[in-house]
């Protein structure tokens, strides 16, 4: 019995996914995007310990709010992270009959065996998948969270091909994402692709400073302010949000 480290947990989420969702935050993540309100997550072994049968059991409880589209989602950190104990806790969701999401940015991903071997086994327990797009310039992207994209691209690619569901989501941030060239690049990809749901544009914010001051971690993006409604709108139109709001439940 495989045990995962958890951060937190949410019993009722409307926006991670389709419908009421259930949403167990997981601990660990090898991003470090810039932006990142929960610096509280990175270490995996500052989560508390618990078993898939112990999470779904406590998820089953909510099922009444969940009505016929929601379930559990998978967040972090980066549930991707702690495979093996997706695995288990997604095994368990199956047998209770639950709709199965993961939240990822897709930075453990790789077609190497044994991971990937598990990562398609996985896939055959998920319903769908929110994908996040940092950047799309491998370079960019970088910068942005400390790692490269090209596994994630090759994620996306996979997904596409095996016909799994996706939420795309893309963080807008001034002075890094924030750049219409860069959004079109963005949107041409996400036009490659024929099976996303849903595009999300999230806009940058700053409610995770203090998070950084207690942890005595210096705020990467000091100085840096939201996206202006008018920006908002315009990465919206650009990757063309509004054609994929008829999937929104």
């Known amino acids: 019995m495989v045990q995962g480290y958890v951060h937190s947990i949410e019993s009722f989420g409307s ?19 810039l932006f990142c309100h929960n610096p509280d997550t990175w270490d995996m072994t500052k ?4 078993t898939a049968q112990e999470l779904i059991q406590d998820s089953l409880d909510c099922r009444n709010y969940w ?23 997604f095994e368990e969701a199956k047998k209770n009959s639950i709709n199965t999401c993961i939240d990822t940015a897709g930075g453990p991903f790789t077609k190497e065996s044994p991971w990937f071997d598990k990562f398609q086994h996985l896939m055959e327990l998920t319903d769908t998948l929110l994908m996040d797009i940092k950047h799309i310039d491998p370079e960019e992207h970088k910068k ?10 090759e994620m996306f690619r996979y ?15 001034p002075g890094y994402s924030d750049n219409d060239e860069y ?11 024929g099976n996303v749901h849903r595009v999300e544009i999230l806009p940058y914010h ?3 400073v203090t998070k950084y001051k207690e942890m005595g ?16 709108k315009n990465a919206r139109e650009i990757l063309e949000c509004s054609k994929y709001t008829a999937w929104k439940d």
Request: with cysteine; charged share 25%.
């Open 15 to 33: 926006v991670d996914g389709p419908g009421v969702r259930y949403i167990i935050f997981l601990s660990g993540c090898p991003m470090r995007c």
């Open 47 to 50: 989560g508390e310990k618990k």
């Open 67 to 89: 009505g016929t589209k929601g379930g559990i989602t998978v967040s972090g950190g980066e549930p991707l992270a702690q495979l093996d104990f997706l695995i288990e806790l």
């Open 144 to 153: 942005l969270t400390g790692m490269g994209n090209d596994n994630v691209i």
């Open 159 to 173: 997904l596409d091909e095996i016909k799994k569901p996706i939420w795309i989501r893309h963080v807008l941030v």
């Open 183 to 193: 959004l079109i690049k963005t949107r041409d990809f996400i036009r490659t692709l």
């Open 206 to 208: 700053t409610l995770g």
């Open 217 to 232: 971690i210096p705020y990467p993006l000091e100085g840096v302010n939201p996206p202006t409604a008018e920006r908002i």
